[in-house]
C-alpha cells in the first residue's frame, strides 16, 4: 500500500472517528469542570463554617456568662424578641474601645460581640442600640458574606502584618487582594441599612448617641495592632485615622449614619404626631 493510501485511510479513520473524540473531550471537560466546582463547594463550605470561630479566637473572645451580665442577656433577649429572630451567643471582646461585630453561618448560629470598652462607656440603652445594630445585620443576611470576606482577607495579610510589614511592595502584594475581596463582599450602604433596621427596635436617640460615643473613643485611641481586614464587621471602623488601613474600610462616614437615622425617624414618624 502506498504512503498516499495509508495517509488517506488514517483521514478517514480520523474524520469516523471524530465525533466520538469530540464526545469523549467534552465529557471529560464536563467532569472536569463539575469536579472544580464540587471542590469549590466544598471549600467554601468549609471556610464558611470555621471563618466565624478563627475570627472569634483571633480576637480573643470569651463567651459572656449570664450570672456575670444578665443586663446583656436581658438587652438582647429584648431586642431579638422583638426582631423575632434567634438569639445569637454572646461574646465579650479584649478591647479598650467601645464597638461590636457578628459573625458566623447567618442569623440562626450568629455570635454577637461586644469589646469590653462598650461596657465601660455606654449606658445599657446605648448597648440595645448597638446590638439593635447588629441584629440589623443578621435580618438584612449580611453575617455570613461580611465573616467569609473578613476572614479571607486577614487570610491573605496576616503573613506581611506578622512581619511587621504594613507598607511597601512586599505588603501592598498582599493587600491588594485582600482589599478587593472586602470591596466586593460588602457593601456601605449595608451600614445604613442595619440602622434602618434598628431604629424601630431601640429607637434614635439611644444609637445615634452609641455611634456618637464611639466615634469619638475611636478618633482618641484607634486600633493600631489589630488586624484592618476585620474593619468591614464592626459597627464603626476601630482603624480610622490609619493610612495603611483605609484599602479595608467600607463604612459611611457617622455623621452621615447620624443624618440618616434622624430622616428615617422622622419618615417612620410622619402623621403618627411623635
Same mark, same amino acid.
Given at each position: 500500500?502506498?504512503?498516499?493510501?495509508?495517509?488517506?485511510?488514517?483521514?478517514?479513520?480520523?474524520?469516523?472517528?471524530?465525533?466520538?473524540?469530540?464526545?469523549?473531550?467534552?465529557?471529560?471537560?464536563?467532569?472536569?469542570?463539575?469536579?472544580?466546582?464540587?471542590?469549590?463547594?466544598?471549600?467554601?463550605?468549609?471556610?464558611?463554617?470555621?471563618?466565624?470561630?478563627?475570627?472569634?479566637?483571633?480576637?480573643?473572645?470569651?463567651?459572656?456568662?449570664?450570672?456575670?451580665?444578665?443586663?446583656?442577656?436581658?438587652?438582647?433577649?429584648?431586642?431579638?424578641?422583638?426582631?423575632?429572630?434567634?438569639?445569637?451567643?454572646?461574646?465579650?471582646?479584649?478591647?479598650?474601645?467601645?464597638?461590636?461585630?457578628?459573625?458566623?453561618?447567618?442569623?440562626?448560629?450568629?455570635?454577637?460581640?461586644?469589646?469590653?470598652?462598650?461596657?465601660?462607656?455606654?449606658?445599657?440603652?446605648?448597648?440595645?442600640?448597638?446590638?439593635?445594630?447588629?441584629?440589623?445585620?443578621?435580618?438584612?443576611?449580611?453575617?455570613?458574606? +461580611?465573616? !467569609?470576606?473578613? /476572614?479571607? *482577607?486577614?487570610?491573605?495579610? @496576616?503573613?506581611?502584618?506578622?512581619?511587621?510589614? #504594613?507598607?511597601?511592595?512586599?505588603?501592598?502584594?498582599?493587600?491588594?487582594?485582600?482589599?478587593?475581596?472586602?470591596?466586593?463582599?460588602?457593601?456601605?450602604?449595608?451600614?445604613?441599612?442595619?440602622?434602618?433596621?434598628?431604629?424601630?427596635?431601640?429607637?434614635?436617640?439611644?444609637?445615634?448617641?452609641?455611634?456618637?460615643?464611639?466615634?469619638?473613643?475611636?478618633?482618641?485611641?484607634?486600633?493600631?495592632?489589630?488586624?484592618?481586614?476585620?474593619?468591614?464587621? +464592626?459597627? !464603626?471602623?476601630? /482603624?480610622? *485615622?490609619?493610612?495603611?488601613? @483605609?484599602?479595608?474600610?467600607?463604612?459611611?462616614? #457617622?455623621?452621615?449614619?447620624?443624618?440618616?437615622?434622624?430622616?428615617?425617624?422622622?419618615?417612620?414618624?410622619?402623621?403618627?404626631?411623635?
Amino acid at each position: 500500500m502506498k504512503i498516499s493510501e495509508i495517509l488517506e485511510a488514517m483521514a478517514v479513520v480520523e474524520i469516523a472517528f471524530m465525533p466520538i473524540t469530540i464526545l469523549l473531550s467534552a465529557v471529560y471537560n464536563l467532569l472536569g469542570m463539575i469536579i472544580g466546582l464540587m471542590l469549590g463547594v466544598i471549600v467554601f463550605a468549609i471556610i464558611a463554617m470555621t471563618a466565624g470561630r478563627r475570627i472569634l479566637k483571633s480576637q480573643r473572645a470569651r463567651v459572656v456568662d449570664p450570672d456575670e451580665h444578665p443586663e446583656l442577656y436581658e438587652a438582647l433577649r429584648e431586642v431579638t424578641r422583638k426582631a423575632k429572630v434567634r438569639m445569637p451567643k454572646l461574646v465579650l471582646v479584649p478591647v479598650g474601645v467601645p464597638n461590636s461585630f457578628t459573625t458566623g453561618m447567618g442569623s440562626d448560629n450568629a455570635v454577637l460581640a461586644l469589646t469590653y470598652g462598650t461596657l465601660r462607656n455606654l449606658n445599657i440603652d446605648e448597648i440595645k442600640a448597638l446590638i439593635g445594630h447588629e441584629v440589623g445585620h443578621m435580618i438584612n443576611g449580611d453575617v455570613l458574606p +461580611y465573616t !467569609v470576606a473578613s /476572614f479571607l *482577607g486577614g487570610a491573605l495579610i @496576616n503573613l506581611p502584618m506578622k512581619m511587621g510589614k #504594613t507598607d511597601g511592595a512586599f505588603f501592598t502584594l498582599f493587600a491588594k487582594p485582600a482589599g478587593w475581596i472586602i470591596k466586593i463582599a460588602t457593601n456601605p450602604e449595608d451600614e445604613f441599612a442595619a440602622d434602618y433596621r434598628a431604629i424601630p427596635l431601640v429607637g434614635k436617640d439611644p444609637l445615634i448617641s452609641a455611634l456618637q460615643k464611639i466615634e469619638n473613643a475611636i478618633e482618641l485611641r484607634p486600633l493600631k495592632d489589630g488586624n484592618p481586614s476585620l474593619a468591614p464587621l +464592626y459597627a !464603626v471602623n476601630p /482603624f480610622k *485615622g490609619l493610612e495603611w488601613a @483605609n484599602s479595608f474600610s467600607h463604612h459611611p462616614p #457617622t455623621e452621615e449614619r447620624i443624618r440618616y437615622i434622624e430622616e428615617a425617624w422622622r419618615e417612620m414618624n410622619e402623621g403618627s404626631g411623635d
